[in-house]
């Protein structure tokens, strides 16, 4: 006999099983036939979730966002920035070991932040406005004195993305926390 589940945790259920799918094969190579087959559901049962094929992107990117947030609210008790290179280095390593503990959703925004390059695709304005919030929320964090905020934030998020694309592509074949800090050693003075 089949359980029935309500309104939300069917949301979440058909969201982590978009998540792996999105991730697998990008926005364009994934059918909402094969992501209802998964879900054990039909496409307008999915599509009544959702609307349609864009809509359900963007509740996966709104539900990642929304996670980010929160994990990252905690690191930062009180919302106060941290002031010292080594508060600095604590959260960014936190980070990203938040991120080697989620590949799923590492290889989600690798592969649609590639995709969503061409103007046309429905997510290019959302990793637009996504990226530049980003950079501004890492130049607030990396305001160390005497650096130059801007430039640091855009070097230790190319670094960060660089880093887990290659995790991504070597199969987790490395240590990428371990690789991480290193790296910020060397990138953060």
């Known amino acids: 006999m089949r359980t029935r589940m309500n309104r939300e945790d069917r949301r979440t259920a058909i969201l982590d099983a978009a998540i792996a799918v999105i991730g697998e094969r990008g926005f364009h190579g994934f059918s909402i036939r094969e992501l209802a087959l998964r879900c054990a559901m039909t496409d307008a049962g999915l599509l009544h979730h959702f609307g349609s094929k864009t809509d359900l992107l963007l509740a996966v990117l709104d539900r990642r966002d929304m996670q980010d947030e929160h994990a990252i ?3 930062l008790p009180h919302g106060a920035a941290p002031r010292s290179r080594a508060q600095v280095l604590q959260v960014l390593a936190a980070i990203v070991a938040r991120n080697a503990q989620h590949p799923e959703l590492v290889r989600l925004y690798a592969m649609l932040r590639v995709e969503a390059l061409a103007a046309d695709h429905p997510a290019h304005a959302y990793f637009v406005t ?11 964090l990396l305001n160390l004195p005497g650096e130059a905020p801007d430039r640091l934030a855009r070097q230790v998020l190319s670094a960060m993305d660089g880093l887990e694309l290659q995790w991504l592509q070597e199969e987790r074949g490395f240590d990428l926390v371990a690789t991480w800090n290193e790296t910020a050693e060397r990138l953060i003075p």
């Open 130 to 140: 996504r990226d530049r919030m980003a950079r501004r929320r890492f130049a607030e």
């Open 73 to 75: 609210a905690a690191l």
